[in-house]
């Protein structure tokens, strides 16, 4: 017999061989970006987060309106997920006169525990007597631990009620600092809509965390923490500090 034929025999059963084991031994059910969609798979469910308001009387201040440009979850498994960078802009007393909860972001996020929010807050802006006022903070970048479990095929939520009456600080050179305290509520299994707009309504659910905190002024966020409302702020060169205050470790320069 012709060599030809018999080596050219020879590579057709081999390639028939390796492409029978390719078949039999490849992952089933995979996507077209190449995630296995089996036990491999990433399993989603949905996070809304919402922010209100629930200060109490202001007297003269009559807005204040806070700006976010960013939103990250934290979880051990993960580290640092964005979850919104839309810059949005919330009137805090205007969800407090109409009881409401404004979207803060709506996604869906790998199933997992997750363990912190940050907001990166831009800017906030105080009405008083008329009169636009930039507050000061001691960071723009809030971050408040609070447990969020996020299960599979399920909405989860987490509301950040911000308490803008215990936020606001007056130095004694008449500057206005926003320090923000907050009530963190977190659920799972839970039932919410987002109207067209963008206020959310939740319902049901199981509460994970309910969490107080605050910042300080080095920009620290802790739980249960507020600037007592009696204390006199000072800015010295550029630093925020409590006037009077003997320990200023914890002071830093002042900035988003």
Do not use: C
């Amino acid at each position: 017999m012709n060599r030809g034929i018999i080596i050219g025999a020879v590579v057709v059963v081999v390639l028939a061989l390796g492409g029978w084991y390719l078949l039999n031994n490849m992952p089933v059910n995979t996507s077209s970006n190449g995630e296995n969609q089996n036990n491999g798979s990433q399993a989603n469910g949905t996070i809304i987060l919402s922010v209100t308001d629930a200060a109490a009387n202001m007297g003269t201040i009559t807005n204040v309106d806070m700006s976010v440009d960013r939103v990250y979850l934290h979880s051990a498994a993960q580290g640092w997920v964005l979850v919104s960078q839309s810059a949005q802009t919330f009137s805090l007393l205007d969800l407090k006169s109409e009881g409401q909860l404004a979207l803060l972001a709506n996604i869906d996020v790998a199933v997992d525990t997750y363990d912190q929010v940050w907001l990166h807050i831009t800017g906030v802006k105080v009405t008083q007597a008329g009169k636009v006022i930039d507050a000061t903070m001691p960071t723009g970048d809030f971050k408040v631990s609070g447990v969020m479990k996020v299960y599979e095929n399920t909405t989860s939520t987490a509301t950040i009620d911000v308490l803008a009456d215990e936020s606001l600080f007056v130095t004694d050179t008449k500057a206005i600092v926003f320090a923000p305290v907050v009530k963190f509520e977190s659920r799972s299994n839970a039932t919410a809509t987002v109207d067209a707009n963008n206020m959310v309504v939740i319902s049901g659910g199981t509460i994970d965390a309910s969490v107080n905190a605050g910042m300080d002024v080095s920009g620290e966020v802790k739980t249960n923490f507020k600037i007592d409302a009696d204390s006199v702020l000072q800015i010295n060169d550029g630093v925020l500090e409590i006037k009077g205050a003997t320990n200023t470790e914890t002071n830093i320069n002042l900035g988003n």
